[in-house]
């Protein structure tokens, strides 16, 4: 985020790396990943281009992965259906 930048100019980003953790699991997400990258870019949620967005996406993919080991223990498959209420 540069300087006069806030969340909200990347809230979409965020929610993007959420919704890649619950497709992706800890598993990790390549951001060099063309399928990555045109996903984005095709969604509704893409209001910036991937080389800017790609840093927010990777942050709240990470926190995701983190609240929902925290939340479910080592194995996050044990409260998959509990997705919604990490995000």
Known sequence: VEKGE???DFRK???Y????ESKY???????TDKQLQSDWE???ESN????KAKGAVKDSY?????LRKE??????????EDSEAIM
């Open 62 to 66: 990470e926190r995701t992965v983190q």
């Open 6 to 8: 806030s969340y909200e």
């Open 17 to 20: 790396g959420a919704l890649a």
């Open 48 to 51: 910036m281009p991937w080389a």
């Open 71 to 80: 939340q479910c223990g080592s194995e996050p498959s044990d409260c998959s």
């Open 13 to 15: 980003a965020y929610r």
């Open 42 to 44: 095709a969604s509704e």
């Open 25 to 31: 699991g800890d598993a990790g997400i390549d951001l």
